[in-house]
Structures are given as C-alpha cells and as structure tokens.
C-alpha cells in the first residue's frame, strides 16, 4: 500500500483545512487509516482514525474540531479540519494497517504503511 498525503498549507487561527490521503491498493475499505501529527520537538501523535469500516474516532484535542472521512470508491480518506489553532500547527501524516485491533488504533508504531506528510501552519 503505497499513501499519498496532500492539502496542507498556511492558515489563520479559525480557519479550516481538508487533508486528502490517496492509498494504492484494491483492498482499501478493510484497512484502518489514521492521521497523525508530529510538531518539531515532539513526538508523533494520534490525531483521528477510521477504524477498518466501521467507526471514528479522535484525539480529546481535536475532537469536534476535525473530522475523519472515507470515500472508497476513491480510496482516499480526508481530515476536515475547523476551527484550527497554532497549536495544531504540525506535519500530518496518514497511515494504514490491515490487522489493528481497536484498542492500538492510536499507536503509530503498530502501523505498517505511512504517507509522506503534508505541513499544516495555523498564524496566529
């Protein structure tokens, strides 16, 4: 599964941004896909996840704010993301996995594919 991450960009504080990850691949709508943020500095972190078909779920920090989508028809998964702040100022990153349980969901390390990343900057 090759990922292809796209959409980031420079934004003010409140405004909105949709990331788009484009996954190879003819069994995309079993896979889990998730987005992550890494800040300089910092460690990655779980920012959203479409768990295999199923269900989403969310970071307490963006919850309400973002929102994780699929279109498997296309496969692509998209992060809408409102409300933005400086805070979420990070390159994100999607991954994919075929075989996570739902209790790894925010555990980068668990997986297997990850796209290149794309900048989101939120100016204050």
């Known amino acids: 599964v090759q990922l292809q991450a796209s959409g980031g960009g420079l934004v003010q504080a409140g405004g909105s941004l949709r990331l788009s990850c484009l996954a190879s691949?003819?069994?995309?709508?079993?896979?889990?896909m998730g987005w992550f943020r890494q800040a300089p500095g910092k460690e990655r972190e779980f920012v959203a996840t479409?768990?295999?078909?199923?269900?989403?779920y969310y970071a307490d920090s963006v919850k309400g704010r973002f929102t994780i989508s699929r279109d498997n028809a296309r496969n692509t998964v998209y992060l809408q993301m409102n409300s933005l702040k400086p805070e979420d100022t990070a390159v994100y990153y999607c991954?994919?996995?075929?075989?996570?349980?739902?209790?790894?969901?925010?555990?980068?390390?668990?997986?297997?594919?990850w796209g290149q990343g794309t900048q989101v900057t939120v100016s204050s």
């Open positions: 691949g003819r069994t995309f709508s079993s896979y889990t």
């Open positions: 479409f768990f295999r078909n199923s269900g989403t």
């Open positions: 991954a994919a996995d075929s075989s996570l349980i739902l209790t790894s969901i925010t555990r980068a390390g668990l997986y297997d594919y």
